[in-house]
């Protein structure tokens, strides 16, 4: 059985910092790329950053230079670190593992942790 189980979402005030992270079992961690994505009320869930299992990164062009996305393998977890966070970043950020193969491809996702910037 899959499970990502994320942590660390909270209220935070604009120009703040909150780390993400999430922790996957049931899967070979480190032969799925990985991201995150959030959801704004009334929005479509949209990509935040990726980081496939060999380590590139990819980021949405809105957090580009204030989200990091790191991973550990020993860990089996994915992190996110969100730095100068604005208002605009209110909103349910969800772990994703990906993997695909010539024939396949498969999709997990977490439950969601809400974050909220607000002073």
């Known amino acids: 059985q899959v499970q990502l189980v994320e942590s660390g979402g909270g209220l935070v005030q604009p120009g703040g910092s909150l780390r993400l992270g999430c922790a996957a079992s049931?899967?070979?961690?480190?032969?799925?790329?990985m991201g995150w994505y959030r959801q704004a009320p009334g929005k479509q869930r949209e990509l935040v950053a990726t980081?496939?299992?060999?380590?590139?990164?990819n980021y949405a062009h809105s957090v580009k230079g204030r989200f990091t996305i790191s991973r550990d393998n020993a860990k089996n977890t994915v992190y996110l670190q969100m730095n100068s966070l604005k208002p605009e970043d209110t909103a349910v950020y969800y772990c994703?593992?990906?993997?695909?193969?010539?024939?396949?491809?498969?999709?997990?996702w977490g439950q969601g942790t809400q974050v909220t910037v607000s002073s």
């Open positions: 049931g899967i070979i961690f480190s032969r799925y790329a």
């Open positions: 994703n593992a990906h993997i695909s193969t010539v024939l396949t491809s498969s999709d997990y």
């Open positions: 980081i496939t299992s060999g380590g590139i990164t």
